[in-house]
Structures are given as structure tokens and as C-alpha cells.
């Protein structure tokens, strides 16, 4: 053969590989699952049946769930022990045993504070120090607490086959060490040592997970764009783009897509996961939301609006081949038998009066296999 021909041969299968479709992910994330079932909470089908929430799941079309994990959630306030912040390794560990034994992936979420990590708040773990630590080593205190719960995890079985390094950090993290502007070039040399940190980690402890950078301003183009592009400067080794989109805060669905479009432009070698999305069906028992129409303006707050949201989303999703991850945020959530969190989030895929299972995990189905329409029950 000659080496024009061979050359030829090799680029055109090269050219084919990388054409081949990714796998795609569809899963939610469960951190709440090990509190409700040890509450002894019954989940029910859609006919009002026992299931065991994993298993059903995967019938359901599920291959992955994502988990998150706090460094000290026992310092948390009492206030987000109540809204759900308990993660710690142990927990994690165990759950993480859970969905790999059901032969799905795992994506591990690093929540690098002692509670809620998120675009209002990213406070410094008690344990490293506070608005004085050095950046570097905080940095150094990121890279060790990634490493020790990654080597722990693999150790029992629990290997995450994704890993979140921060949890929607669109304006950084470890405050006010690590806080950021997209927009600016504020503070993005310590941002970026802390996430290299832990990305060492990860690469070193986990070398085929892949890495996920997770913004939540999906509703703001020019930001998402401009945010990535700061990753890019400052040399961030990622690699799949993870955004929050929920249709309360993020705008249209439309404009998601637009989102979509721009980064799928701009980096082209970055696919995207939603890694968090939900839509209301209810607001009861909900102490932060009064009105029962709020948030109702273009999907009803009930059942049929969640699954309408959920049906147009996935449409959405489907005509961008640089999307291939979606997960919900708190599926699980089932307040029918004892009291897990104190106020209802109502946006959870199992009604909370009944624990039946909410028709929106029906349209789920539908971003794995578009053109199926036979359904679990």
C-alpha cells in the first residue's frame, strides 16, 4: 500500500471515529435518595405501584445519576441541614456503590464549601481557613480533599465516571478568594489555581472520568461564552461544558437553544450537559413561594405544565448534537410518608401527596430514544 493511500485511508477513518455519535446521559441527581428510603419512603409507578426507585429508573431509560458532596456538611446551618445538605463522604460513597451496581454512571459533584455552593453563595469550608487564606493554599486544600474522597470512592467501588470541580461556579468559588466576573479580569488567576487543583486530582486518582466545568447562566449567552473563554486563557483542562437551566431563571427555552448554538461554535470540541434542570408542577407546602400561579407564566404550575416544560425542552435538546447529557435536579423528592425537608421544592418527579410518579419522566424518555414512544411503568 502506498503511504499516500495509507494517509488517506487513516484520515478518512479518523474522520469517522470522531463523527461517530457520543453516548448520551440521562439521569438526575438522587443526594437525597439514601435519607428518603431510610425514612422508609414508598415510590409508586404511574399506576400507583411499588417500585424500587433505581432499578424503575434504569427501565425508564436512566443510565447515569449524579451525586453531590460537601467537605464538612456537618458545619452547615441548621437552615440547609433542612433543605438537604447531609453529603458527606461516607454517605456519598455508599450511594455511589448504589448506581454503579446498577450499571449506570456516576457523576460526582464537588460542592467546595461545608454546605450549599451556588451563584449566591460559595463560602470557604470551616477547616481551610477564610477571606485571608492565600489562594495557593486554598488551592492546595481543593487538590487534597479532591484526591482523598476520589481514592476513597475507588477504593469501594464507587469510581465516579464523571467528576463536577465546583458546583455552579459562574462567579467562582471560595469566596472572596476565588470570586469571579466573567466579564472582568477579577480574581481569575486564583479561580483558575483552584480549579487546576483540583483537576489534578481528578486526572490523577480517576484518569478516565471526564471532567466537568458547571455554569448556571445558560439564559445568558454572552456571559456563558465569555466565561469559557476566561477557562480557555488561563490554560483550565476540562472537558465537557456542564449548565444549569431552569426555565424560572434561565429565560426561553428558545434562548437556551441559541446558547446552545453559540457554544457548539465557539467549542466545538466541548460537548454540553444540562446537568441541572426541574419545573415546578406544584407550590405546596412551600414556605419561599405564596402564590400558586408564580413562575406559571408559560408552563402551568401543575403536572401537565411539568411534563409540557419537559417536552419542549427535550425537543430543544435533540436538535443540538453537542448536547449529550441531561440530568434533573432532585427527581426523587417524595414527602408522602415522613418528613424529610421541612419546606416542599415541588419539583421533583414524584408527587409529594401520593409519591406516584409524575408524567414528566415520561418526556425524559424521549431524549434517549426520540422516536419512541413505549414507556416503563
Known amino acids: 500500500m502506498s503511504r499516500l493511500l495509507f494517509s488517506l485511508l487513516f484520515s478518512s477513518f479518523s474522520i469517522a471515529i470522531m463523527a461517530q455519535p457520543q453516548q448520551r446521559l440521562l439521569g438526575g441527581d438522587i443526594s437525597m435518595l439514601p435519607v428518603y428510603e431510610g ?79 451556588d451563584p449566591g453563595k460559595q463560602l470557604i469550608p470551616r477547616a481551610w481557613g477564610d477571606k485571608n487564606t492565600p489562594a495557593q493554599v486554598l488551592a492546595d486544600s481543593v487538590e487534597a480533599h479532591t484526591r482523598h474522597a476520589l481514592t476513597t470512592m475507588v477504593a469501594t467501588g464507587a469510581t465516579p465516571d464523571l467528576i463536577q470541580v465546583g458546583n455552579e461556579i459562574t462567579n467562582g468559588m471560595l469566596w472572596p478568594v476565588g470570586k469571579v466576573n466573567a466579564m ?104 419561599w413561594i ?32 453537542n448536547v449529550t447529557g441531561l440530568f434533573w435536579w432532585f427527581p426523587e423528592e417524595n414527602e408522602s410518608g415522613r418528613q424529610v425537608i421541612n419546606s416542599w421544592i415541588n419539583r421533583g418527579l414524584f408527587d409529594n401527596r401520593t409519591g406516584k410518579a409524575l408524567p414528566a419522566i415520561k418526556a425524559l424518555q424521549s431524549f434517549m430514544t426520540p422516536n419512541n414512544e413505549i414507556f416503563y411503568r
Open 290 to 321: 405564596k402564590d400558586p400561579f408564580k413562575h406559571g407564566e408559560i408552563f402551568p404550575i401543575s403536572p401537565v405544565g411539568q411534563e409540557e416544560f419537559t417536552k419542549q425542552l427535550v425537543r430543544e435538546l435533540n436538535r443540538h448534537p
Open 184 to 287: 472582568q479580569d477579577n480574581r481569575w488567576q486564583q479561580l483558575a489555581l483552584m480549579l487546576r487543583a483540583g483537576v489534578k486530582a481528578c486526572r490523577e486518582v480517576c484518569p478516565e472520568a471526564k471532567i466537568i466545568i458547571h455554569t448556571e447562566k445558560a439564559g445568558d449567552c454572552d456571559l456563558t461564552v465569555a466565561y469559557y473563554r476566561q477557562l480557555a486563557r488561563y490554560g483550565v483542562d476540562y472537558d465537557i461544558i456542564g449548565l444549569s437551566y431552569y426555565p424560572m431563571w434561565h429565560k426561553s427555552i428558545p434562548n437556551l437553544g441559541n446558547t446552545l448554538d453559540v457554544l457548539a461554535g465557539t467549542f466545538p470540541d466541548k460537548p454540553v450537559m444540562i446537568v441541572e434542570t426541574a419545573a415546578y408542577y406544584s407550590h405546596d407546602n412551600d414556605r
Open 39 to 117: 425514612n422508609g419512603t414508598v415510590y409508586r409507578n404511574f399506576d400507583g405501584q411499588t417500585i424500587q426507585l433505581l432499578p424503575w429508573l434504569k427501565r425508564c431509560g436512566w443510565n447515569a445519576q449524579r451525586v453531590r458532596l460537601f467537605v464538612h456538611p456537618e458545619e452547615a446551618k441548621q437552615q440547609h441541614k433542612d433543605e438537604g445538605v447531609c453529603q458527606d463522604l461516607k454517605m456519598v460513597t455508599a450511594l455511589g456503590r448504589q448506581i454503579k451496581k446498577q450499571g449506570m454512571q456516576l457523576m460526582l459533584d464537588f460542592h467546595y464549601s461545608d454546605t450549599w455552593a
